[in-house]
DNA sequence: TTATTGTATGTTAGCGTTAACATATTCCTA
DNA sequence: TAGGAATATGTTAACGCTAACATACAATAA
């Protein structure tokens, strides 16, 4: 025999003859459910330790119609609020005794359908979205829904009367962080990376514009500079600030501020500042969205917008577990959560 | 009435039934295996989709004793290279028709622990492990391989004789990455970032004293600065470069170059050294590791050692399904890949 | 004492699927 | 035209688990 020969799983009923009682006695002592004497719940431990037990969760959910299990799937993980996100979805449902799967998609709707799919396929119990919204996907996780799968959106919206939304009020910051630059004296306000194919850009952008015009700046056009349709995730908007950025400096009547649609893209856009000799905030000021980590440690430092990412994941992880555990269906709840502004030096000195 | 009755999922005996025919029959025609007539076909497929129907998974892989599903196990995610890693691993494994969760675990033994389990007793066919090797962890990994649990360590090691290994010559970058320093005129080099209780972060260190004393340089513990045993992982270890170098620009006999142990660490060394005044790389040279993104674009733009992370996911995934799919046990196989040193600004004019 | 409740176990059946086997029927080929 | 192969379908029995029910004995209450 040329390598070794492999110990086959024990199942329960090994476990249960081994100990010399019946299987149900052997499921009692695992899940921990049920009468069983001490003596015999030793005996049973026992056997189960010999036998290294572990249960299948293919039989157990089969029977039982419940993994206790989550998804959640994300568009971009390389991105410190993925991470927050996926920290607060998790400890919320380890908190719970659920168990959390991520499937990663980015890269449109075949695969966010075949991330779906899979997850519906091994029967987790309910669903957190968290990518960008598109046709073939929506479609599929609207039959999900209406085959009695739970499902929350997360940053995004997905009109269901059964799906539940958690979010940032997305246009407030785009307000309060327009308006900040606004009272610091600056007229001449740039919008960078604006894609209007994704909604939470977009309510920034619409918030970017009513700051404005409650100030009555007129919105030019030239300032609000974007990338289409960009479908690019974390660092690689770093790039698209910086050749906006640049773009922008180059006109004849420059910005003297500018609001990116997030961090990464605002470091981009001070690269190219830094690049072009000039200072920040003194001749161009700078300002986020989100609040990543470096954020705060970079020189100048970043001011930005907020946004409680791990709470978000926290309430979406409850509004799914309320819509596992519910016997009755539950209408459709939003959850908007603010969003605060952080001033930096980038923005003022 | 409150609330709209939703659909029940409809099984096999149900579209069965409704095509009338035999539930095997439907099973070949979902899972397109033997022989069925075309006529057959059609009034099944229509049946399915009248139905919505969605295959059981769980009783599929209960029945089947394989669900096609890959546990990958990541310790930080907020890191450029897990999402290429994860990238990798994922396109390897669909082109394949396997499907990809991933378990997110950065605190430690237990969550480690807790991850592994729920993988296994959601029966996926192999695990990935990508998480730093911890003792709790480990054994009970072991356990699982015991159990016939295909198992492969990416990035780190796991010592089993059926455990398969992908990472990158950590020695012989930190070796280039000190020598190319040496190359260049140092002869004070910082070691910045130590920390010993993880085995690709000492093959490093151990690369740079190698490299040091190749050249007939002693070796100054003074220079070689670490965070103990810190857990921390993507943009925190910026911090711990920022911090580490404010210690080493304080010294008497301050460093003239230093190799950090990741990109971010080395972006924190920039960031102290731009803070004191002082000039990369004129008066401190830095050289980092993994080459992200964003090492590329910073200014002055970051020397680092490049290493292959996508490409690591897909041997990783190849060699699992080689595990998976092989009817003989296979003995433990190694693929460590070649690092490059990318020279940029921040090591030479 | 007898009924009542609590404790401790066992038995049965079925969750939804498919491997393995059993039939039919058709189609060649020798 | 017999007989083997290919095609087309159905039947049965698990996979490993647990809900539901059944039983048995103890301890307590009336």
Redesign the pocket.
């Known amino acids: 025999m040329p390598t070794e020969l492999k110990k086959k799983?024990a199942?329960?009923?090994d476990i249960a003859e081994a100990a010399?009682?019946?299987?149900?006695?052997v499921?009692?002592v695992?899940?921990g459910?049920?009468?069983?004497?001490?003596?015999?719940?030793e005996r049973v431990l026992k056997a189960l330790k010999d036998h290294n037990f572990r249960?299948?969760g293919l039989?157990?959910g089969?029977?039982?119609?419940s993994t206790e299990t989550v998804g959640l799937v994300l568009g971009d993980i390389s991105n410190p609020y993925s991470t927050e996100l996926a920290r607060g979805v998790r400890e919320t449902l380890l908190s719970r005794g659920f168990n959390l799967f991520i499937c990663i998609s980015d890269a449109g709707e075949t695969e966010d359908t075949q991330a779906f799919k899979s997850l519906a396929e091994h029967s987790v119990d309910g669903i957190i979205v968290a990518t960008r919204s598109n046709k073939g996907g929506d479609k599929y996780l609207r039959e999900l829904v209406e085959t009695n799968v739970p499902v929350v959106a997360l940053g995004r919206d997905l009109e269901h009367r059964h799906v539940d939304l958690v979010g940032t009020d997305n246009f407030k910051g785009g307000f309060v962080a327009t308006e900040h630059l606004i009272e610091r004296g600056h007229k001449r306000i740039a919008f960078l990376g604006a894609n209007l194919s994704v909604g939470s850009q977009l309510k920034r952008l619409q918030g970017y514009v009513a700051a404005l015009e409650e100030n009555a700046i007129a919105v030019d056009d030239e300032l609000v500079v974007g990338h289409g349709d960009d479908n690019v995730g974390g660092y690689s908007t770093e790039e698209i600030g910086f050749e906006g950025m640049k773009r922008l400096l180059s006109l004849k009547n420059r910005p003297t501020a500018v609001f990116a649609r997030n961090d990464f893209t605002a470091i981009g856009a001070m690269r190219a500042i830094s690049d072009a000799g000039l200072s920040i905030p003194k001749d161009v000021a700078v300002v986020g969205f989100d609040d990543i980590p470096m954020a705060a440690r970079m020189s100048p430092s970043l001011t930005t917008v907020r946004q409680p990412m791990r709470l978000q994941g926290e309430i979406a992880a409850t509004m799914l577990l309320d819509r596992i555990t519910s016997k009755t269906p539950i209408r459709r709840r939003q959850r908007v959560l603010d969003c605060e502004l952080i001033v930096r030096e980038s923005s003022s000195e």
Chains 1, 2 share one sequence.
Not at 20 to 25: E, H, K, S
Not at 62 to 65: A, D, G, H, S, V
């Open positions: 799983t199942t329960l009923s010399g009682v019946a299987a149900m006695t499921s009692r695992v899940s459910v049920g009468y069983v004497s001490e003596s015999t719940r249960r299948n039989a157990r089969l029977k039982r119609r």
